[in-house]
């Protein structure tokens, strides 16, 4: 069954230091691993995405990484501000033999960051 | 570049009435519309995929009656809830993928919020 999960769920964190989110898939065939950030009552908006022959992604103060053959992604932020607080997702691509392809969503990290 | 917009961003309505949500890719045509919904604290779960011209594919579990979904043209797909109930107040995301991308990127919309009293 094609999964992907997160952690930690939630975490707090104070403006200007670091943070790593995890995510872990089972998912195949693998197309590729985004990041995506939702603020409340937004739509996600995209920050990397990685195929399989990448292993590192950076986006500002964000860089992902992707491990292929542990079917491991973290998503590491730098300096951390309050604007960051939000959902971050992790979403994995899957092709199908037909040509089509599914996202799959993971359940999210909800990240608060405080002054 | 790769806008995605939707209207209206909130929607509160009485138990029974229908409700349509509107998807609009602004600046691309986007062959394949996506429709998700939205729990608190929940993720994002496929409710159908849209193709221009054809009719939606539905996710197990989704009613299609109830969700009735219209992708008319290329930059426009909708999603009308049909006799709205209470336990159908949730956000709505949409997302549109375009023509000739080479990776499977979808753009989301920011989100309808419904809420069915």
């Known amino acids: 069954k094609n999964q992907v999960e997160q952690s930690p769920q939630s975490l707090i964190i104070l403006e200007g230091k670091n943070c790593t989110l995890q995510?872990?898939?089972?998912?195949?065939?693998?197309?590729?691993l985004r990041w995506y950030k939702q603020d409340t009552g937004r739509g996600p908006v995209s920050l990397t995405i990685?195929?399989?022959?990448?292993n590192t992604k950076s986006n500002g103060r964000y860089t992902a990484t992707l491990d292929a053959d542990t079917k491991q992604s973290s998503l590491h932020i730098t300096a951390s501000q309050l604007s960051d607080s939000a959902s971050y997702i992790c979403v994995v691509s899957a092709n199908s033999r037909t040509g089509t392809y599914k996202y799959i969503f993971g359940t999210g990290t909800r990240l608060k960051v405080l002054a | 570049g790769a806008v995605v917009s939707q209207h209206p961003s909130r929607v509160i309505c009485k138990s029974g009435t229908s409700v349509k949500i509107e998807c609009r890719s602004l600046?691309?045509?986007?062959?394949?519309m996506f429709w998700y919904r939205q729990f608190p604290k929940k993720s994002l779960m496929l409710m159908a995929t849209?193709?221009?011209?054809?009719?939606?594919?539905?996710e197990q579990g989704v009613e299609k009656d109830k969700f009735l979904i219209n992708h008319a043209s290329l930059t426009l797909s909708t999603l009308t809830v049909t006799s709205a109930h209470p336990e159908d107040s949730s956000f709505y995301i949409c997302?549109?993928?375009?023509?000739?991308?080479?990776?499977?990127?979808?753009?989301f919309g920011p989100g309808t919020r419904l809420t069915v009293l």
């Open positions: 849209s193709n221009e011209g054809s009719k939606a594919t539905y």
């Open positions: 997302s549109a993928r375009y023509r000739g991308l080479a990776i499977n990127e979808q753009f």
């Open positions: 600046d691309f045509q986007a062959t394949t």
């Open positions: 990685m195929t399989f022959s990448e």
């Open positions: 995510c872990n898939y089972t998912v195949s065939p693998f197309s590729n």
